[in-house]
């Protein structure tokens, strides 16, 4: 599915799992940035916007990498973002169940390759900036993007790719220690 920004209640048909691409403006924001949106408030329309978790690397006005960060440093810090209207999240690595329940009926965690960042760059085009004296990595930039491609990681059901991944792995990992346990010696 071709998913263009503002997001809109199309988002709350995605499962985990489902790949799509996404186009539109969206919004950079790591732990800083969105401290100081909670203190001083949301310097962009919230609704059906997208946070991507990212510390882009900016030179003379283009983006030159922009790959994401750990989505579970802002765990505790999100919840602002999805009661105010944003859609979507885009990182890598998963998020907590909070965040998931958070999102259940209101949004979607997109997830998109660590180390791709200079796909992802080759997909953006720096349209303004925000919080620019939090320093590069932690301001608030926002991105056009050209279909970025990501998977769905947290759909709006509650469903997270990443849990069951893991769930996956620590059966097939208590599975092979059993059976070393049960060989003889």
């Not at 100081?36 to 900016?58: L, R, S, T």
């Not at 890598?92 to 958070?102: I, L, N």
């Not at 769905?152 to 097939?172: T, Y």
Request: glycine share 12%; charged share 20%; net charge neutral.
């Amino acid at each position: 599915m071709d998913l263009c920004t503002p997001l809109s209640h199309e988002v709350l048909m995605l499962r985990a799992g489902d790949r799509v691409t996404l186009s539109g403006l969206v919004y950079t924001a790591r732990d800083e940035a969105h401290i100081k949106m909670i203190e001083e408030g949301i310097p962009f329309d919230p609704h059906g916007a997208v946070i991507y978790h990212c510390g882009p690397v900016i030179q003379d006005g283009h983006i030159i990498a922009a790959g994401p960060t750990t989505s579970a440093r802002m765990n505790s810090l999100s919840g602002f973002l999805i009661e105010k209207g944003v859609r979507a999240l885009v990182g890598k690595g998963g998020m907590g169940r909070q965040v998931a329940d958070q999102l259940k009926g209101r949004g979607v965690y997109l997830a998109f390759t660590g180390g791709c960042a200079a796909l992802a760059a080759s997909r953006m085009t720096l349209k303004g900036v925000y919080f620019e004296d939090l320093g590069m990595a932690e301001a608030v930039w926002a991105i056009e993007l050209d279909r970025l491609p990501l998977v769905v990681g947290i759909d709006a059901a509650g469903n997270d790719l990443f849990e069951g991944v893991n769930r996956n792995a620590q059966s097939q990992f208590r599975k092979r220690f059993q059976a070393k346990k049960e060989m003889p010696a």
